[in-house]
């Protein structure tokens, strides 16, 4: 059954995410989120259909603690300006006054304060989410994808979170009433984001040039 949290739109997000599910030998680490294989989405509704859209730059880390899975930590970046609905007018729309508000909050932000295991690879993660200028707690239920190397030996982890969100609760209110009585647009926003975060190879240390030899 999909979870359901009361908050407005994303991100996760992204949260998105928890970091956990490496071997219990295995020491802390810090996996940086690779946005080129990640993705933060949302749907919601329009009329009697659905808008899709996507958030373009984005940032983050997960500092993992296989030991400990409710030591490990998450903090994610949004840039409110890169909402992307494949519609330009409809775009600079949710990035003005009228929604995000974007100049005036460039940023969405999460940081979370617990996590919580709920089953296989299954995590609750708590945490602050900041967007519009309100913060608020929530809770994120986040899905541990695996781990694996990639073909340049570095460590990467997934996560993924599908989730609901309601946007009045960040003071994103805009809406237009139809002339049948019904509103233009939903309150609530599906969020669907994937994570994936790398541990690159640490360069190895350069040896010492060696003393020439004396004459």
């Known amino acids: 059954m999909r979870r359901t949290v ?14 956990v599910g490496l071997l219990a030998a295995e020491p802390a680490k810090t996996f940086q989120i690779d946005p080129a294989n990640s993705s933060v989405g949302f749907s919601v509704r329009h009329l009697i259909s659905r808008v899709q859209g996507q958030f373009n730059q984005f940032s983050g880390s997960i500092q993992a603690d296989p030991k400990d899975p409710a030591a490990s930590s998450v903090q994610f970046t949004i840039q409110a ?6 519609v330009e007018m409809r775009d600079k729309d949710l990035r003005s006054a009228n929604f995000f508000d974007a100049d005036k909050y460039p940023t969405i932000t ?13 995590y609750d993660v708590h945490g602050k989410l900041t967007m519009h200028g309100v913060t608020r707690e929530v809770v994120l239920p986040v899905s541990f994808t695996g781990k694996a190397k990639d073909p340049w030996g570095n460590e990467r982890i997934g996560f993924s979170l599908h989730t609901s969100l309601d946007r009045k609760d960040y003071g994103i209110t805009w ?7 019904g509103l233009l647009l939903g309150d609530d926003v599906e969020i669907t984001i994937h994570i994936e975060g790398v541990r690159k190879l640490e360069a190895p240390p350069k040896k010492a040039a060696k003393a020439g030899k004396a004459g």
């Open 81 to 86: 300006g890169s909402i992307d609905t494949h």
């Open 110 to 122: 999460f940081v979370s304060t617990k996590i919580v295991p709920k089953g296989k690879d299954l």
């Open 6 to 19: 009361r908050f407005p739109m994303l991100l996760v997000a992204a949260a998105a995410l928890t970091a």
């Open 175 to 181: 809406n237009k009433v139809l002339d049948d009585g």
